[in-house]
């Protein structure tokens, strides 16, 4: 693993963005908690909430990281049988693993090192597939959209959380200042490396949101399209459908 010293001289790239989550793996989950002053676990519910109706559902979770995501699914939804996790940050995947056997989730979850933009898995397995905070540190989110469809079953469902920015101009400047400043002040300080956390925000501000996104999602062949900006906009939750 690369210590923080050294990634501090790296420029990251988003082919290599992995490697910021292979350094900062100890201190991500209370770095969540602490930067998004605790919001993260209400979005994931809201995740929970947009789950397939149906009995026996098999879930994939796209840089599932250290498997939040998928842990809540599970344990909050008698109908998943099967969730699978999926981040090329293995470091992360250890904490995930961790985390999936204290609670006694083996049986249910597991997850592998692998790359969004070519999944391993056969067509139409899923029903359910998310992305949290991830699809925008892919190389190539188009080709990650169409993996996600490629997999999920007819009538299955994806739901993709990514930050966004705030409409209301005072908000997405208060919002833009605390991504410039606090974001990778805090960041730097808990974690110990400062330019990851100077990417990340860059990476936020760039990056599609709202219709934009939504255009993209029907792009890739998903119908129903839907997006809910949450807390002001500063995140936004996409939900689609793969139907005939």
């Known amino acids: 693993m690369m210590t923080p010293t050294t990634q501090n001289k790296t420029t990251y790239t988003k082919a290599e963005s992995w490697k910021i989550f292979d350094a900062i793996y100890l201190r991500y989950d ?61 470091n992360m995947l250890k904490l995930g693993r961790e985390k999936i056997k204290n ?62 920015l705030p409409s209301n101009i005072v908000m997405k400047i208060f919002y833009l200042l605390y991504l410039k400043i606090f974001v990778p002040t805090v960041g730097g300080l808990i974690s110990g490396d400062f330019k990851a956390y100077f990417y990340l925000n860059r990476t936020i501000e760039k990056f599609p949101y709202g219709e934009m996104f939504n255009r993209m999602m029907r792009q890739c062949g998903f119908k129903n399209v839907t997006a809910t900006p949450l807390l002001f906009g500063v995140a936004t939750i996409y939900c689609a459908e793969k139907t005939l």
């Open 30 to 90: 209370l770095l969540n908690t602490i930067l998004s002053m605790g919001y993260h676990k209400n979005w994931r519910d809201k995740i929970l909430a947009m789950a397939p109706q149906r009995s026996n559902l098999k879930v994939l979770d796209l840089a599932t990281g250290t498997a939040d995501v998928l842990i809540t699914l599970t344990k909050n939804n008698t109908n998943i049988v099967q969730g699978i996790g999926i981040d090329l940050s293995e």
């Open 103 to 164: 609670l006694n989730l083996g049986n249910k979850i597991s997850l592998q090192k692998g790359d969004a933009t070519q999944l391993s898995f056969l067509n139409d397995e899923f029903d359910f597939a998310t992305m949290s905070f991830g699809i925008r540190n892919v190389e190539n989110p188009i080709l990650t959209l169409k993996e996600i469809y490629r997999v999920l079953k007819t009538d299955g469902r994806a739901v993709i959380l990514e930050f966004s």
